[in-house]
């Protein structure tokens, strides 16, 4: 897979304050799927655009909603302490760099503890029954931590990252322009698309704590390799959909006009980012009359 560099822009041509550009898709005939979208100016704006803003959104009350989903295009300053700031930003390399080094490792020793044959499972329905489970069962338990890494994307982006924060709540807005807000606003800052290393990590170990309450190391681990390749795709889907040119007519053309509509028509729907999985049976799915335009 290869990423255009962050500088790539699609054409953008001002209108009373508005500017229209387009996607960076080419109509596709077969499903005539056409998307474009539009950014707002940031003159005349509810915040100061010269100070950094994670302080000032939170003042917005019953505002936010509304103008945290008008999207900008240019860099959000979040901070006012350099250091503080480059916290905030990651490349994309990055996330490859330091999970798949750990998938690895993870992956060998779950491996080699597997083989020993002395690992357990003990099913809470069968009173003094266990399993055992051996170096076979690490295909099946990797692939069943992807599958409940889908369902985590989907309700972390749809539950956590697309809360509503309480218009009164001065602190929750805050939080929730940490987390996401600030991605909507401003989608095409390449430098936040995708997540820090640290933040991650605390995912990583509040996920790996609940499994291994309940399962053996090795089951856990394996779960968790699992899920950790299946968050790299994500975090990497992501840039692609918001960066990348897919061919027209593949998966991923599709998914990206996906993603371009939940960013700029239907942000209450279209939760999935390497799939639609989720959204079939939470209803979330954004409606296919939205793609289909008479030529």
């Not at 950014?39 to 945290?68: A, C, F, I, M």
């Not at 322009?177 to 290393?197: C, E």
């Not at 729907?269 to 939470?282: A, E, H, M, V, Y």
Request: charged share 15%.
């Amino acid at each position: 897979m290869e990423f255009p560099p962050p500088s790539h822009r699609p054409t953008v041509t001002e209108s009373n304050g508005v500017s229209s550009e387009h996607s960076g898709l080419e109509p596709d005939t077969s499903t005539d799927i056409e998307v474009t979208y539009k950014t707002v100016s940031t003159e005349n704006d509810l915040v100061d655009w010269s100070k950094p803003l994670l302080w000032q959104v939170g003042h917005l009350r019953e505002k936010y909603d509304e103008w945290v989903h008008q999207p900008v295009d240019r860099h959000i300053r979040l901070f006012g302490s350099d250091l503080v700031e480059s916290w905030t930003k990651t490349s994309w390399y990055v996330v490859p760099s330091v999970w798949l080094p750990v998938v690895l490792l993870w992956s060998v020793w779950c491996n080699r503890e597997l083989a020993r044959g002395d690992t357990a499972l003990h099913p809470p329905l069968l009173t003094g029954a266990s399993v055992t489970v051996g170096q076979e069962w690490f295909p099946l338990l990797f692939l069943l931590g992807m599958f409940i890494w889908s369902f985590v994307e989907y309700s972390l982006h749809r539950f956590l990252f697309h809360m509503t924060p309480p218009a009164n709540n001065y602190y929750l807005i805050t939080l929730h322009f940490l987390l996401h807000g600030q991605h909507h606003k401003s989608p095409f800052d390449g430098s936040r698309l995708v997540f820090p290393p640290l933040p991650a990590s605390l995912f990583v170990a509040l996920f790996y704590v609940g499994f291994r309450l309940a399962l053996p190391s090795a089951v856990t681990g394996s779960l968790m390799v699992g899920g950790l390749a299946g968050y790299v795709i994500y975090d990497l889907t992501h840039y692609y959909l918001h960066y990348g040119a897919p061919r027209r007519g593949t998966y991923l053309y599709h998914l990206k006009a996906y993603h371009v509509k939940h960013h700029f028509e239907h942000q209450k729907l279209g939760f999935g980012i390497t799939s639609k999985l989720w959204d079939f049976p939470f209803q979330t799915l954004i409606p296919k009359e939205t793609f289909e335009k008479s030529h």
